[in-house]
C-alpha cells in the first residue's frame, strides 16, 4: 500500500469535503494530497454552514500549518494540470522552512481554504507564484527559529535547523523540533505585501546554493492516485439527490430557439425537468443515462439565422484577408524595412495559415454544483477556481461569501476550456432545480462549442543582401480573434451569450508578434484582428489554448527564415546564430546570451550537419529510384516570457501515403532555475506532441453553419503510433553567470508549445524541397503537395 | 428496468437499470467506482476501458446486459493495495500529466501484456493506437509498457505465482493467480523491490 502522507489526517479534520464524501458513499483516500482539496487550513470545520470568506493572503497561517507530529501543509492558490507543479511548490517550500520533503503535503485551488493566487494560467506558477511560497516559508523558518531560541535559551545564530528539528550548535543534545514549538497551533504573524505576488515577511529567502530538494525529482505525489484508480476527480463528484443534466445546443451557430416539445421527454423514466433560458437548453434527468437519452430524443423547433454565420473553413484565410480588421495594435517598427527591401539584392514572401484549433479536451467539460444551505459549491476541473467563483456570484447574483469552488484534478488544463462554461451551467441549474446538479457535456459538443484557438493568416517578406544577410524583413498578421473570451467571464461565458446576458461590446482580441531576439536592420511587424460574421453565440469563439498564439505565430515566423536561410544558400543553424550574434546588447533577462545558448545546445545534442536546406536527394523521383520515405531535419527557435526554446524534429515522409512521421525530437530548454529536472522533461515532451498534434492532425473543420468535425474521427489527434521513438530534452542554463544565487526561477508549461510547427515544416521542407505553409499537414494534403511537386 | 447481475474485481452486484444503460454508467454510479471515466461515448478514446474475459473493453458503447463474464476495473488491478507491475512501471516512468486517459492506458496495456508478455515496439504502437491521450504522454506510456514486460517476465519465471498473467488467467480480477494473502503480497512487493531497485535516484543534477 501506498503509505499515507503524513498529517494529511490532521488536514481532513470534519470537514464538509469529508462530510461531503461520506455522505455520498465514497471514502477518502489517505494520499494524493492536492488531488481532493479539501480542508480548512486551520482545522476548522465550518465550511459546510459559510459563509466562506476569502483565506487572508497577509496571515502566514494562510499559507502554512505546522503539525504537532512535526509535518507541514502547505496552502497554495494554484492548481496542478498535470505538469506536477503542486510537487514543484512542495520541494521550494520544504528547502524555505527546512523540513524534509516527505513530512509535507500541499493544498491548493480550493477558494475557500486556499489564498487566492488565481488559480493556473500562462506558465507562472513557477515563474510568479513560486516566489511568494518560498518567502512565506522563509517566514515561517524565521518565526520557528525565534520560537527555538526563546526555548532552549540561546541566540539565533547559534541555532542550526534540519529537517524540522532546531538544534544548538555547541550542544546537538539541545534541540526541538518545529512540531513541539508550534505543532497545531496559529502563528499569528502578519506579512506584508501590496497584492499576493508581493507577499512576503521578514525573512530573506535562500541562495540558489543552499537549496537541497530544489534540482532533485522526486516523483509526483499526485500520480499513485491516478494509476490505482483511488483518486476522486472533479467528474466523480457526488452528492446526496444529485441529478444529471445535459445541454442541448443549437443544431447551427445562431439559431434562435423558437419552441420545446416537452411531452418528447416527459415519459423518459427519471426526467426531473427541461431548463431553457433563451437558446439556451438543458434536460434534467435522475440517472446519467436517463439524461443523455433525453437529450437525443427531445424535440426543438430553431429558427437558423438568416445569413450564414461564417465561411466554411476551406475559404477562410480568403474571408480573413478580405475583411476589414476591427483593431490594428500599433506595428513594431526597427529601421525602414519598406525601403530595405526594395534596395535588397534577392527578396522573397510567402503566406502562411493557420487554422482555429480546439482543446478538445479528453474529457468533455463537466461539473457539479451543490446549492444545499442557500450556498453554493462547485465540485470543478477548472484552472481558474477563483474565477469561476466570482464569476458564478455574479452571474447568479450571490455574495461572493456564499459561493465556493472545489477544485479537483480533471482532464487537460490547458488554457480558457469549457470547464469555465460547464461550472457556470451546473451552478445555473442547481439554482434552478434547488438539487445538487451535475452537468457533462457530450464529445460532439466539447469538439464543436468548446472555445479555440485563434486562426492566422500571415503574410511574410524578406530581402537579403548580396552576401546573404537578411536586411530587412516584414510580418504582417491577421487573427480571427475578435470577441475572444477571457476566464469565467459572467457576461461572455457561453450560458450567459445564449440566455442573451452578454456584455454590450465584445472584447477586441488580439493578435501576436514573433517573440525572437534576431538582430535585423528593418524589421516591421504588424498585426490585426478580424471577425468572423458571427460574433455570439458561435462555437468558433476564441479564447486562450496552451501558448496562445505562440504556435500559430512562430510557425509563419520561423517557417520563413528557414525560407531566406535556404534562399541565402545557408545552413539553417547558422543562419540564426548569425541573426542572434548581430547586436551587442542583450536584455535584462540576458536573452540574447540564452537564445544563441540554447540554439547551439539543440544543435550539439541532436548532432546537426552543417549544410543548406533542402537535403540534397540522389533521385527526386519515386520511379527513378528514390526511396519510399524521405528523411529530413528542422530547426526552430522561440521564446514565451523568459523562457528560451530551441527544437529539432527529424521526420520520415512517405511518398506513397504523405505521412509524415517525427521520428526524433531534440529540445534545448532554458526556463533559468530548474525545480525538479523530471517533471519538466515530461512536461516538456507533452508540451512538444501537443504542438506536433497541432501541426500534423487538428484543425476545427466546419461547413457555413456548424463545426463538423465532432469526435476523434472527424476530428482527429495525435496516437501512440505518431509517437516519435526519441526525444531528447536538454535542459540549459544559458544565463551569463550561470552559479549566481538568484538564478530566477521561469515558466515551462508552454514554451515548448511555440517552435514545434515551425521545425516540423522546416524538416519535412528538408526531406522534400516542398514547403508547407498551411496547417495542419494532414496525410492527404503532404500527398498532394508532394505529387503536385512531383517527389 | 430489469435486474442485472454483474460480476466486477471479483465481487458480485445486483442493479436496477435500463437493459441498454451503457456499462461505464453502471460502474461509476452504481458502484461507485472511477477508474473508467467518460470520454467520448462512442468507443474512439478508451477513457472508459475495462477488461471482461481477457478483452479490454469499451465499457461506453457497452450495454450492461449484455455483459457476460467477470469485468475487472483499474481498481481491481491492485488487489489489497498491491500494484500490478504495470501500474508500478507508470510510476516508476511518471507518466501522467493530467492523468485523465490513463485508466485507458493501462488497463490496455494490461490485455495487451497478457496476450504477448513481449511486444515489440510496433506491436506496443499497434495496439495502443486507438486509446488517446490528450496530453500526447505516449512517449513516456510506450517506455512504461516496455518496463512492465520486463518486470512481469523478470518475476515471472522465479515466483510461485505467474506475474505475466496468462491468457487462460486474464479473467482473474487480479493479476495474480496464486491465492492472494498478505504474506504473498509482500512476498511480491520484497520481489519487486529488489528487481526494480529503488524507485529513482532523487539526486541533484548538473544542468547543461
Redesign the interface.
Known amino acids: ?2 503509505p499515507p502522507i503524513p498529517a494529511i489526517d490532521a488536514a481532513l479534520d470534519a470537514t464538509t469535503r469529508r462530510a461531503f464524501l461520506k455522505t455520498s ?2 471514502l477518502v483516500v489517505g494520499f494524493g494530497a492536492a488531488a481532493v482539496a479539501r480542508a480548512n487550513p486551520l482545522g476548522g470545520a465550518l465550511e459546510a454552514e459559510g459563509p466562506y470568506p476569502d483565506p487572508d493572503f497577509r496571515q502566514l497561517d494562510s499559507w502554512i500549518v505546522v503539525h504537532a507530529d512535526n509535518t507541514a501543509t502547505f496552502y497554495v492558490g494554484k492548481t496542478d ?3 506536477g507543479t503542486g510537487t514543484s511548490f512542495r520541494q521550494m517550500m520544504s528547502d524555505e522552512l527546512d523540513i524534509a520533503f516527505d513530512k509535507t503535503t500541499c493544498i491548493m485551488g480550493s477558494t475557500d481554504v486556499t489564498v487566492d493566487q488565481g488559480g493556473s494560467g500562462g506558465s507562472d506558477a513557477i515563474q510568479v507564484d513560486g516566489w511568494p511560497m518560498r518567502r512565506v516559508a522563509a517566514e515561517a523558518r524565521r518565526v520557528l527559529l525565534e520560537m527555538g531560541s526563546a526555548r532552549l535559551g540561546a541566540p539565533i545564530d547559534e541555532l542550526a535547523v534540519h529537517d524540522g528539528v532546531i538544534t544548538v550548535k555547541s550542544d546537538p543534545s539541545k534541540k526541538i523540533t518545529y512540531g513541539d514549538l508550534i505543532g497545531g497551533k496559529r502563528f499569528n504573524v502578519t506579512l506584508t505585501g501590496n497584492n499576493i505576488d508581493a507577499t512576503t515577511g521578514v525573512a530573506k529567502v535562500k541562495a540558489v546554493q543552499e537549496l ?1 530538494m530544489v ?6 505525489y ?3 492516485a ?8 472533479a ?2 463528484a ?1 452528492a446526496p439527490r444529485m441529478v444529471h443534466a445535459r445541454n442541448v445546443k443549437p443544431p447551427v451557430a445562431g439559431a434562435r430557439l423558437v419552441r420545446i416539445d416537452e411531452s418528447s421527454v416527459r415519459n423518459i ?1 427519471g426526467f426531473v425537468k427541461v431548463v431553457s433560458s433563451g437558446n439556451y437548453v438543458a434536460v434534467v434527468c435522475e ?3 436517463q439524461a ?1 437519452k433525453a437529450a437525443r430524443q427531445i424535440k426543438i423547433q430553431w429558427q437558423k439565422p438568416a445569413a450564414p454565420p461564417f465561411p466554411t473553413s476551406e475559404d477562410l484565410y480568403d474571408y480573413m484577408r478580405g475583411a476589414t480588421p476591427t483593431s490594428s495594435p500599433r506595428p513594431s517598427v526597427t529601421g525602414n524595412a519598406d525601403e530595405a527591401l526594395a534596395g535588397a539584392a534577392k527578396t522573397i514572401e510567402a503566406d502562411y495559415e493557420v487554422p482555429f484549433q480546439g482543446h ?5 467539460a463537466h461539473a457539479m454544483a451543490d446549492p444545499s444551505n442557500d450556498q453554493m459549491t462547485i465540485y470543478s476541473n477548472d484552472m481558474k477556481s477563483y474565477g469561476l467563483r466570482n464569476g458564478v456570484a455574479q452571474f447568479l447574483q450571490m455574495p461572493r461569501d456564499r459561493v465556493r469552488v472545489v477544485w479537483m ?5 490547458y488554457g480558457r476550456t469549457a470547464a469555465d462554461d460547464a461550472g457556470f451551467e451546473a451552478a445555473f441549474l442547481a439554482k434552478e432545480i434547488g438539487r445538487p446538479v451535475r452537468v ?1 457535456w ?2 460532439d459538443e466539447e469538439s464543436a462549442w468548446d472555445t479555440k484557438g485563434p486562426a492566422y493568416a500571415v503574410k511574410m517578406r524578406g530581402g537579403l543582401d548580396g552576401q546573404g544577410n537578411l536586411v530587412a524583413l516584414e510580418y504582417t498578421a491577421r487573427a480571427a480573434d475578435y470577441n475572444h473570451v477571457g476566464y469565467n467571464e459572467p457576461d461572455t461565458v457561453l450560458i450567459a451569450q445564449l440566455m442573451g446576458k452578454r456584455r454590450a461590446t465584445p472584447a477586441s482580441g488580439g493578435a501576436s508578434l514573433p517573440s525572437d531576439m534576431y538582430a535585423i536592420p528593418n524589421r516591421r511587424m504588424a498585426a490585426h484582428v478580424v471577425a468572423l460574421p458571427l460574433v455570439w453565440e458561435t462555437p468558433l469563439r476564441t479564447g486562450n489554448l496552451r501558448d496562445p498564439n505562440g504556435p500559430q505565430v512562430t510557425f509563419a515566423a520561423e517557417s520563413f527564415i528557414d525560407e531566406l536561410a535556404a534562399a541565402a544558400k545557408a545552413d539553417p543553424v547558422e543562419f540564426r546564430l548569425k541573426l542572434l550574434n548581430a547586436a551587442a546588447t542583450d536584455d535584462e533577462g540576458f536573452r540574447r546570451a540564452r537564445s544563441i545558448a540554447v540554439v547551439k ?1 539543440a544543435a550539439q545534442a541532436y548532432g546537426w550537419d552543417t549544410r543548406p536546406s533542402p537535403k540534397p536527394r540522389p533521385s527526386t523521383s519515386l520511379r527513378a529510384g528514390g526511396g519510399r520515405v524521405l528523411t529530413g531535419r528542422g530547426i526552430s527557435y522561440s521564446f514565451r516570457n523568459q523562457t528560451i526554446v530551441a527544437e529539432i524534429a527529424e521526420v520520415e515522409v512517405n511518398r506513397d501515403t504523405g505521412r509524415v512521421w517525427v521520428k526524433r525530437l531534440v529540445c534545448a530548454h532554458d526556463c533559468g532555475l ?1 525545480i525538479n ?3 519538466l522533461r ?2 516538456i ?2 508540451a ?3 504542438a ?2 497541432r501541426a500534423l492532425r487538428e484543425e476545427v473543420q466546419f461547413d457555413t453553419e456548424k463545426v463538423t468535425g465532432v ?3 472527424s476530428s482527429p ?9 526519441t ?1 531528447d530534452v ?4 544559458g544565463d551569463p553567470n550561470p552559479n549566481r544565487p538568484d538564478l530566477p526561477h521561469y515558466g515551462a508549461g508552454e514554451a515548448a508549445c511555440k517552435p514545434m510547427i515551425a521545425a516540423v515544416a522546416n524538416a519535412i521542407y528538408d526531406a522534400t524541397g516542398i514547403r508547407l505553409r498551411r496547417v495542419p499537414f494532414r496525410d492527404a494534403r503532404v500527398l498532394a503537395a508532394l505529387e503536385a511537386a512531383g517527389v | ?1 430489469s435486474k442485472i447481475t454483474l460480476r466486477v474485481n471479483g465481487n458480485s452486484h445486483t442493479v436496477e ?2 437493459p441498454s ?2 456499462l461505464l ?1 453502471v460502474l ?2 452504481d458502484l ?4 473508467p ?6 468507443g ?2 478508451g ?1 472508459c476501458a475495462v477488461i471482461i474475459n481477457g478483452v479490454a473493453t469499451r465499457s461506453c458503447i457497452t450495454p450492461t446486459s449484455s455483459v457476460r463474464g467477470e469485468v475487472t ?3 481491481g ?2 488487489p ?4 500490478h507491475p504495470i ?1 508500478q512501471a ?2 516508476d516512468e ?10 485507458g492506458q ?1 488497463m490496455t496495456a494490461k490485455a495487451l501484456l497478457d496476450r504477448n508478455p513481449n511486444p515489440t ?1 510496433a506491436q ?3 495496439g ?15 517506455t512504461a509498457i516496455k518496463r512492465a514486460a520486463k518486470m512481469m517476465a523478470d518475476a515471472s519465471p522465479a515466483s510461485a505465482c505467474g506475474y505475466a498473467g496468462a491468457p487462460g488467467a486474464a479473467a482473474a480480477p487480479g493479476w495474480c493467480a496464486e491465492p492472494r494473502t498478505w504474506e504473498s503480497e509482500a512476498r511480491h512487493q520484497r520481489q519487486f523491490a529488489l528487481r526494480v531497485g529503488p ?2 535516484k ?4 548538473v ?2
Open positions: 500500500m501506498i458513499g465514497m494540470c498535470g505538469q537541497n534540482g532533485r525529482s522526486p516523483q509526483r499526485d500520480i499513485p491516478k494509476v490505482d484508480g483511488s483518486l476522486t476527480w467528474v466523480d457526488k423514466p440517472r446519467e443515462e443523455v478538445t479536451a479528453f474529457s468533455p484534478e480533471g482532464p487537460q488544463g457533462q457530450m464529445r545546445a530548474v529536472p523530471e517533471a515530461r512536461t515532451e507533452g512538444m506532441l501537443h506536433i498534434s469526435d476523434w474521427n489527434t495525435l496516437t501512440h503510433a505518431d509517437c516519435p521513438a526525444i536538454v535542459l540549459v542554463n | 428496468m437499470v435500463e444503460t451503457p454508467y461509476r454510479n461507485g467506482l472511477h477508474g471515466r467518460f470520454g467520448c461515448g462512442l474512439q478514446c477513457a476495473t483499474l481498481e488491478l491492485a489489497h493495495g498491491t500494484l501500474q507508470w510510476i511518471q507518466v501522467p500529466q493530467c492523468g485523465f486517459c490513463q485508466n493501462i515496439d506496443i504502437r499497434d495502443m493506437n486507438r486509446t488517446l491521450c490528450r496530453c500526447m504522454t505516449y512517449y513516456r506510456i510506450q524507485q529513482r532523487c539526486k541533484k543534477e544542468i547543461a
